[in-house]
């Protein structure tokens, strides 16, 4: 009689967000580099490469943010289009995937799934895609067709636009034949002949970002990775079970998506030097400045006569204020600044006190070892599949954890040696899409 096999250990999903298009990156810190030169891009590609991670991953933003009527200097400004910097990337780089926000609101399907095709080709079969949509009209100034969708019709737009993109190269057959489309819908009506052959992974993988009902349901119907965040390890656990419980409905299983929180590290020596250091980094991102701009973006009101080290405001929010521009607003801002106001009142703390406390990411701080224990617990306790790392620095912030954490991860067998595969679908470990015709 043979023993029974060994369960196969659960393997840890990472990627690397190139750091620079909020205020979570401390340009102040002298080691921080420029966030559009290639060298930058290439370093941290190379690193997250060197470390064996699934994905390089580039956010994108299409106006530049403005607070009170003026360009938010606190936010970066400027960032080149995120599938040239990939399509460069993709020379210097042999086997790390390439992931590119591109928004679903202000583009149209035959050029996005045309550019995508080509980044797959051009990099062996790395190329993703991080499918975002945009809220708002401000943004949609940039653009001819302008104008504001809004939630469920901006959720619509995207499944029809990534259904299209699907249709477009499922239009080549996999022995490289090409076939006429047509796709006639409420959002997009297109037909001709694609014009770039089917890519290596046939399509690129697709990634969503989205915590809310109707994203959680997108991500369940098309995407092959998920971006969120979560807390704590319970609040993670809800959350990839309710979205993996969708997945049969699509007819897909539990491995077909991917669930990766982005999430920040910081290491020290020590777990009580980690905690040193992490402190002192969100002092650095939460500025005097940094901590009114943040309360004036939940109260909708200019406060900047506000002691940042004083109590928080004895007004209510506006909820119809206009302060900020190129953000996502606040959905509750009297239960937001009720909240705030309850931790103020507990603990004692000022403004700048309580935004640091509020609007701090999800962050395992602690020694390499104790860190690599965190994240391990994470994968294996059913609260993600992985991690998109959100460093503080551009662009050594992730040479530490590959130094440090990376091995450790790889003794407890819980991450890679060596990569198995060439294209981002074999090291996520998704099929190849099933060609329709």
Known sequence: MTAPRARQRKQMHLAAHFPGVNSTTVWTDPRSGSQTAFPSFRHLAATAERGLFDFFFLAEGLRLREHKGRIHDLDVVGRPESITVLSALAAVTERIGLAATVNTTFNEPYELARRLASLDHLSGGRAAWNAVTSSDAFTGE??????????????????????????????????????????????????????????????????????????????ASAADVIFTRHGTLEAGQAFYADVK????????????????????????????????????????????QNALL????????????????????????????????????????????????????????????????????????????????????????????????????????????????????QERGAFRTEYAGATLREHLGLPLPVWKP
Do not use: C
């Open 142 to 219: 940039n653009f001819r067709r302008g104008g504001y969708l809004d939630r469920a019709e901006r959720y619509e737009r995207a499944a029809e636009f990534v259904a299209t993109a699907r249709e477009l190269w499922d239009s080549w057959t996999p022995e490289g034949v090409p076939r006429p489309f047509a796709h006639h819908g409420r959002h997009f009506s297109v037909s001709g002949t694609f014009d770039v052959a089917r890519s290596p992974q046939g399509h690129p993988v697709v990634i969503q970002a989205g915590d809310s009902g109707e994203g959680r349901e997108f991500a």
């Open 294 to 409: 943040a309360l004036e973006q939940v109260w909708g009101r200019d406060l900047s006569g506000y002691d940042p080290d004083g109590p928080l405001p004895a007004i209510d929010p506006d909820p119809d204020g206009e302060v900020a521009q190129g953000r996502v607003r606040v959905a509750d801002p009297f239960a937001v600044a009720a909240r705030w106001r309850a931790l103020a009142e507990a603990k004692g703390l000022s403004i700048r006190q309580t935004v640091i406390e509020t609007t701090g990411r999800q962050s395992f701080i602690g020694t390499p070892a104790s860190v690599a224990a965190q994240l391990d617990e994470f994968v294996t306790a059913g609260a993600a599949d992985g991690f998109i790392l959100i460093p503080h620095l551009t662009p050594g912030g992730l040479d530490d954890f590959v130094d440090r954490v990376v091995p450790l991860l």
């Open 245 to 288: 419980r969708r997945l049969p409905a699509y007819g897909r299983q539990p491995g077909d998506l991917k669930i990766m929180p982005g999430v920040t590290l910081v290491l020290g020596d020590t777990d009580a030097e980690a905690q040193e250091k992490a402190a002192g980094i969100r002092k650095q991102q939460v500025s005097p």
